[in-house]
């Protein structure tokens, strides 16, 4: 499903801060997610922030959420080569057990 | 923790044949969902089972069937293939349907 948007491609140089944006569609997913995915690859959890945080901090990763709205962000700091890959935004619109993706951002870092 | 694992990796049918994928969630997860990602529709959810029992379905013909063990190893079967469910199977581990972990996928080709 692609209710979730995502920009579709971003460009950012080696040991700069990347923002990747999504807007999703449904106030009630209790839980907002971001995946990476690398070539041949499933997807890795990165982070997941509950809906009734604004901000969430984990290593290089910040997640911010403005549930006002349905707008939610990733930054990377320092981004660095092996995070080149695409990165879904999921939802919960139906409660657990079902997630709905973004059609994903491909990010390429670039020495 | 050994991750989730999904057998076969790869897989090449025919039209009209069908085909069952595997999935070994991590130990001690209870819920198991299946999705499809294809270059044109994106990550397409396809059903969730926890406990053995199916508590979620997403929008697929009844092609696409699927079941969870009591170990709670799950299988996904497709039956009548056709060229379009040429595809990358992922399947996901949670302990609850929220905190899902995906495996490496099962490439699917329909000829």
């Known amino acids: 499903g692609e209710d979730v948007e995502q920009s579709l491609f971003l460009s950012v140089r080696e040991g700069d801060s990347s923002v990747i944006n999504c807007t999703y569609t449904?106030?009630?997913?209790?839980?907002l997610y971001w995946y990476k995915q690398e070539p041949g690859a499933g997807l890795q959890l990165l982070t997941y922030i509950f809906s009734n945080m604004d901000m969430k901090q984990d290593q290089r990763l910040t997640v911010l959420l403005n549930k006002k709205d349905k707008h939610l962000s990733l930054r990377i700091a320092d981004t660095q080569t092996g995070d080149s890959a695409i990165y879904f935004c999921?939802?919960?619109?139906?409660?657990?057990?079902?997630?709905?993706f973004g059609a994903g951002t491909q990010v390429v870092v670039t020495p | 923790k050994a991750g989730v694992t999904q057998t076969p990796r790869y897989l090449i049918k025919t039209r009209g044949q069908q085909v069952t994928l595997s999935c070994s969630p991590i130990?001690?997860?209870?819920?198991v969902s299946w999705y499809q990602q294809t270059p044109g529709q994106g990550l397409q959810f396809l059903f969730e089972?926890?406990?053995?029992?199916?508590?979620n379905k997403g929008n697929f013909p009844g092609r696409f069937s699927g079941r969870q063990f009591s170990n709670s190893r799950s299988e996904m079967n497709v039956s009548t293939l056709e060229l379009g469910d040429s595809a990358l199977y992922l399947c996901?581990?949670?302990?609850?349907?929220?905190?899902?972990?995906f495996g490496p996928g099962t490439r699917l080709t329909v000829t």
């Open positions: 999921a939802e919960t619109p139906e409660g657990r057990g079902k997630l709905q």
């Open positions: 449904d106030s009630s997913s209790t839980y």
């Open positions: 130990s001690g997860h209870r819920s």
């Open positions: 089972y926890f406990s053995e029992t199916q508590r």
């Open positions: 996901a581990s949670s302990p609850d349907g929220y905190e899902q972990y």
